[in-house]
């Protein structure tokens, strides 16, 4: 048989031996009273078992093996934290292991115990050529299950991506509202323009900003000067004002543009172009600077798309999509996909992960209803769910599940999946 320890975890977990009655290796009866908690971390397989040996009812740890003989190949017998291992549950027991004191461990072998049909299934699963292993077995799930197992791992994504968010938190000497900041800046690039963005926001501090709060053009200026945009001859009035402007406060703060060149055009919607994304975000601080702290205060999170909407972006912008290119009927707003794409990456990270750091739970669930009432995202990963029949119709749902298929479908985690363990068992 060629299978995982998991895999033996699992049958172990949710009590899938078939026999009646359990024996240990030198014929001593079994009662399983608990399996114990799965362990994850270093140590025993499982914590807190409780059982019954030859009518003595023994609590501590159980340890898993495909062999007897691993416990040996695995330096067991020399570590003190298998001490208190009161049963080795193995799938071949080729050989009776000990302690480090030197007293025998009571080996339960489970080779013949469950049905064979269950390796089939599970090695279907995980050989399975399609988009996700369960494609074509999900649909018959009951939406129930599904959806609260993906309630936890839309924690477990926050969770993961709140981790780059303390990191910078860090960096930043504990200033959420840069921070903020920086990821907003990020945003906005859309992944395509999402590195010279958060290079801008680097070479930027906001605390820049509020110095020339009450003045958009300079605060426009800052930010194409700093994006390289500026540096070039131009005909319009608008570009040379700005120009002038960066000269003058690029040599009176000692500001080094980014390289130019970083920013792409190629390939993209003149909507989604760069220099219209930059006018977009230069309105957007020019509106609200120091978001992050209005954002906390927000009664009613709904709403928050409004804090992107109507954002007072330069007139010059209704005919350009380029300084010195002229055109027609430019759309000077964000799209609602792309304000709903920012406050599903931005804003309920930050959220949920600043409540997380504070021990406010009240912002963790504020994340969970921004979620839940904004539209499912649509990209091929989430239209191959849709396929096989899972309804998605959440950026709460879209989200989990773009987790589900990075984290579990992608890594075959099949018997860490509440969906995976279900079609097991079934």
């Given at each position: 048989?060629?299978?995982?320890?998991?895999?033996?975890?699992?049958?172990?977990?949710?009590?899938?031996?078939?026999?009646?009655?359990?024996?240990?290796?030198?014929?001593?009866?079994?009662?399983?009273?608990?399996?114990?908690?799965?362990?994850?971390?270093?140590?025993?397989?499982?914590?807190?078992?409780?059982?019954?040996?030859?009518?003595?009812?023994?609590?501590?740890?159980?340890?898993?093996?495909?062999?007897?003989?691993?416990?040996?190949?695995?330096?067991?017998?020399?570590?003190?934290?298998?001490?208190?291992?009161?049963?080795?549950?193995?799938?071949?027991?080729?050989?009776?292991?000990?302690?480090?004191?030197?007293?025998?461990?009571?080996?339960?072998?489970?080779?013949?115990?469950?049905?064979?049909?269950?390796?089939?299934?599970?090695?279907?699963?995980?050989?399975?050529?399609?988009?996700?292993?369960?494609?074509?077995?999900?649909?018959?799930?009951?939406?129930?299950?599904?959806?609260?197992?993906?309630?936890?791992?839309?924690?477990?994504?926050?969770?993961?991506?709140?981790?780059?968010?303390?990191?910078?938190?860090?960096?930043?000497?504990?200033?959420?509202?840069?921070?903020?900041?920086?990821?907003?800046a990020k945003n906005f690039g859309f992944k395509v323009n999402a590195i010279?963005?958060?290079?801008?926001?680097?070479?930027?501090?906001?605390?820049?900003?509020?110095?020339?709060?009450?003045?958009s053009l300079q605060i426009e200026a800052l930010i194409f000067g700093q994006?390289?945009?500026?540096?070039?001859?131009?005909?319009?009035?608008?570009?040379?004002?700005?120009?002038?402007?960066?000269?003058?406060?690029?040599?009176?703060?000692?500001?080094?543009?980014?390289?130019?060149?970083?920013?792409?055009?190629?390939?993209?919607?003149?909507?989604?172009?760069?220099?219209?994304?930059?006018?977009?975000?230069?309105?957007?601080?020019?509106?609200?600077?120091?978001?992050?702290?209005?954002?906390?205060?927000?009664?009613d999170y709904k709403n928050s798309a409004q804090l992107f909407e109507n954002?007072?972006?330069?007139?010059?912008?209704?005919?350009?999509?380029?300084?010195?290119?002229?055109?027609?009927?430019?759309?000077?707003?964000?799209?609602?996909?792309?304000?709903?794409?920012?406050?599903?990456?931005?804003?309920?990270?930050?959220?949920?992960?600043?409540?997380?750091?504070?021990?406010?739970?009240?912002?963790?669930?504020?994340?969970?209803?921004?979620?839940?009432?904004?539209?499912?995202?649509?990209?091929?990963?989430?239209?191959?769910?849709?396929?096989?029949?899972?309804?998605?119709?959440?950026?709460?749902?879209?989200?989990?599940?773009?987790?589900?298929?990075?984290?579990?479908?992608?890594?075959?985690?099949?018997?860490?999946?509440?969906?995976?363990?279900?079609?097991?068992?079934?």
């Amino acid at each position: 048989m060629n299978f995982p320890e998991d895999f033996l975890h699992f049958i172990w977990q949710y009590r899938l031996y078939g026999a009646q009655k359990l024996y240990t290796t030198t014929g001593e009866e079994v009662e399983v009273l608990q399996p114990g908690n799965l362990n994850k971390n270093a140590g025993p397989d499982f914590s807190n078992a409780k059982l019954i040996i030859n009518k003595t009812t023994w609590a501590g740890n159980v340890e898993i093996h495909i062999k007897a003989s691993d416990w040996i190949l695995h330096q067991h017998q020399n570590d003190n934290a298998y001490d208190n291992v009161i049963l080795h549950v193995v799938y071949d027991a080729d050989q009776q292991v000990f302690r480090k004191n030197g007293t025998s461990i009571p080996t339960l072998a489970l080779k013949g115990l469950f049905d064979i049909e269950l390796i089939n299934r599970y090695e279907s699963l995980i050989t399975s050529v399609n988009n996700f292993p369960c494609e074509k077995q999900i649909g018959e799930i009951d939406e129930f299950i599904i959806n609260h197992f993906l309630s936890r791992v839309l924690v477990e994504r926050l969770a993961d991506k709140s981790t780059e968010v303390y990191e910078k938190v860090k960096e930043l000497k504990g200033d959420w509202d840069e921070t903020f900041y920086h990821f907003m800046a990020k945003n906005f690039g859309f992944k395509v323009n999402a590195i010279p963005m958060e290079m801008l926001a680097q070479s930027l501090p906001q605390q820049l900003f509020a110095k020339h709060k009450d003045n958009s053009l300079q605060i426009e200026a800052l930010i194409f000067g700093q994006a390289g945009f500026l540096n070039q001859k131009f005909e319009d009035k608008y570009p040379q004002e700005l120009k002038r402007e960066y000269q003058f406060l690029q040599k009176k703060y000692n500001l080094k543009p980014i390289d130019i060149s970083l920013w792409k055009f190629m390939r993209m919607r003149p909507q989604n172009f760069p220099t219209l994304r930059l006018a977009q975000f230069a309105a957007l601080i020019v509106n609200s600077n120091h978001l992050f702290s209005k954002i906390l205060t927000l009664k009613d999170y709904k709403n928050s798309a409004q804090l992107f909407e109507n954002l007072p972006v330069n007139p010059f912008w209704e005919k350009h999509y380029h300084f010195n290119k002229k055109t027609e009927n430019v759309g000077l707003q964000l799209g609602k996909s792309s304000i709903d794409n920012i406050l599903i990456n931005t804003l309920s990270l930050f959220l949920f992960a600043y409540g997380k750091a504070m021990d406010q739970h009240n912002f963790e669930t504020r994340a969970f209803y921004l979620l839940e009432n904004l539209p499912s995202e649509n990209n091929a990963i989430l239209q191959h769910f849709k396929n096989a029949g899972v309804n998605i119709k959440t950026a709460f749902n879209s989200q989990a599940l773009l987790q589900l298929k990075k984290k579990y479908c992608n890594e075959k985690k099949c018997l860490n999946c509440a969906i995976g363990i279900k079609i097991l068992k079934q």
